[in-house]
């Protein structure tokens, strides 16, 4: 048992306003040296604030984080997150290496990246994080699981799948685009990272009739050296053969 005061624990209620709004809230009325963000519907084991705050304590970086559990709704795992901290020439900015509530941050160095954006539909943390690292901060990683990701059915922060989601992630995208190009990094290890994202989010877009900007993506990862046949095979066509290029879309995109 433990007595009251043993406890610093403070609840706030306000409207539904998403997840980026809640992360907001809380980091306005934080006062400890820790932040560590948490959905409602996932899991944090015993340990995981004790060996972080441990972690963090002892080097001299701005955050830590672990290896995350994806698992559904019956408690079966699915996948583990589990990205070291790159080399030096590894793409550290647009490289998504840990889950939301994996990650033990400095308060300070949250105040320096600035809020979550509560316009996005998705990619909030990948938006939120590339900035974080973008202002130099530095991370490690412990191998021990630090959350477990909690994979349903029912609605979540962003419905993946839609147009909405999907707008938000080329939102991001395009960020990340000027953000690479205006920051010291590895650009070329930056560029083959978000040439991918690009080409998937060419494919989402297709599959919500979105031909235009599909394009659009897929004319971007080209230009980041992103040589996927499928993009080599549709760009060639549309030059010629607009239609047709469509319909190798359609067919490409499965394989």
């Not at 699981?145 to 349903?152: A, E, L, N, P, S």
Request: hydrophobic content about 35%.
């Amino acid at each position: 048992r433990h007595n009251r005061a043993d406890f610093h624990i403070r609840y706030e209620r306000q409207a539904n306003s998403g997840a980026c709004a809640a992360r907001n809230k809380g980091m306005s009325l934080s006062r400890g040296e820790f932040l560590n963000f948490l959905d409602s519907d996932d899991l944090l084991p015993p340990d995981s604030l004790e060996c972080k705050v441990k972690s963090l304590s002892q080097q001299a970086v701005d955050f830590v984080y672990g290896v995350s559990e994806v698992r559904d709704s019956s408690g079966r795992l699915l996948r583990r997150i589990a990205e070291e901290w790159p080399s030096e020439h590894g793409a550290r900015i647009t490289a998504y290496l840990f889950d939301t509530n994996s990650v033990l941050i400095r308060r300070a160095a949250c105040i320096r990246t600035g809020l979550w954006d509560e316009t996005l539909n998705g990619a909030q943390e990948v938006d939120f994080f590339s900035r974080l690292k973008a202002r130099g901060h530095v991370g490690t990683f412990i191998n021990q699981t630090t959350d477990v990701y909690r994979f349903h059915s029912d609605p979540s922060i962003c419905q993946t799948g839609s147009l909405a989601h999907t707008s938000s992630w080329l939102t991001v995208c395009n960020r990340l685009y000027e953000l690479i190009h205006t920051v010291p990094c590895d650009r070329e290890a930056e560029m083959r990272e978000l040439s991918k994202c690009y080409l998937k989010i060419a494919f989402a877009l297709y599959d919500n009739n979105d031909v235009s900007r599909s394009l659009y993506c897929m004319q971007r990862a080209y230009a980041l050296k992103n040589r996927d046949w499928r993009l080599v095979l549709f760009l060639g066509l549309s030059k010629c053969f607009p239609a047709r290029a469509v319909l190798a879309l359609r067919y490409a995109k499965y394989y």
